[in-house]
């Protein structure tokens, strides 16, 4: 059984092919960061609509990962921008945006989401019409602090839609956790308590054609082959490191599991509840530090809540990030912060409108000024540079 949802289309200027002709990406000198170690990020200024059509004339699938945080339709007037739409305005505007996006994702690609309890079925629906039902991944949940209440409940989650451009070629997410948890030593390991984790396929759910499939034997001569979880140069180097359980002595006739000692890293398959990523009101206290403003930016999400969600794809350390709701920054920070972790090269490309700031009170004009100074605060702790550009008409 399928679903769909229907609603009024309400067009936009940019549907119009003459409208999108009179329209260019002009470079702002003044505002452009140079780079020393060749990590240059991307910030465009401007309606993300017409932006994203203008940038799949030349980086169609080209993007690796998108993380977006776009207007939840609350109904609600906030002190930096505005998120009251009908749904027919709202569902009109996403869908827009959305098939922009796939075409800009490559094949091996996927998208990230963020969205409130009040329209995220709406954009389940949406989505599964846009991306395809099975392209979806999951919906990661961020536990985000006390929760938001009503007369009735307490809403300790936020959720994240993630799916894929194409499944089939999409990588297997990753996560790691440190073992601590390991109370025993079956073969009386010098090294200590381990426990056993699965390290291949069964033989009836391999494939011969995969680059893991290969043959590995026991001590007692026992022969394995099937699709493994590793490479066989890591398989080669666990068990040179005595770190391959065959089962007891002397049979050793055991499917061959890997072992793990309390203290190791071992990657796991991510959990969709992510407990660990700081709460609204740290990232709210993190970004008026940044800034040196209170209340600058609403709700702004944790860095390590989007490091996360990007680490877990396991994409290249060189992979391109796109965010077109940009807001006060946070993707384009997420991307240094990984970078500086694993040396990767990662690059990012912002679009945020200039839209006005209503609250009286800020020394920012716009959300883009109020982006970009974060931005070149974050990029001044780094040799990262940024070509910025204004969507403007010829």
Partial sequence: MSFSIHWNDVPEAADSDDNMARLRLIPDESRRLCASD????????????????????????????????????????????????????????????????????????????????????????????????????????????????????????????????????????????????????????????????????????????????????????????????????????????????????PQYDNVPRRKIFNGEKSPIIPKNMIDDADSTRAAQGYVDALLGERGAFDNPKPVNLIAHLLRITAMPNDSTVLDFFAGSGTTLEAVTALNAEDGGKRRCILIQKAETITRKESVFKTIADLCYERIKRVLAQTRNGLDYYSLSEK
């Fill in 38 to 249: 060749g990590i240059t990020h991307t910030f465009i200024e401007g309606d993300n609509y017409p932006a994203l059509r203008l940038l799949l004339a030349e980086r169609a699938e080209a993007v690796d990962v998108i993380y977006i945080d776009p207007p939840y339709n609350t109904r609600k007037t906030h002190f930096t921008y505005n998120d009251s739409f009908s749904d027919d305005e709202w569902l009109s505007f996403m869908r827009r945006r959305l098939e922009c996006a796939t075409r800009l994702l490559k094949q091996s690609g996927c998208i990230f989401i963020a969205i409130g309890t009040e329209r995220v079925h709406m954009l389940k629906l949406l989505c599964d019409s846009i991306f395809g039902a099975e392209n979806f991944i999951n919906d990661f949940m961020w536990l985000h602090g006390k929760g938001k209440k009503d007369s009735f409940s307490r809403t300790m989650q936020q959720s994240t839609l993630c799916y894929a451009k194409n499944k089939r070629a999409l990588h297997p997410f990753c996560d790691f956790e440190y073992t601590d948890w390991a109370k025993t030593n079956a073969d009386g390991d010098v090294r200590g308590a381990w426990f056993s984790g699965s390290i291949s396929f069964s033989e009836e759910r391999s494939n011969p054609a995969h680059p893991n499939y290969y043959q590995i034997t026991s001590p007692s001569g026992k022969v394995w082959k099937r699709q493994w979880l590793i490479s066989r140069a890591q398989m080669d180097a666990l068990i040179a490191e005595g770190k391959i359980y065959w089962g007891q002595a």
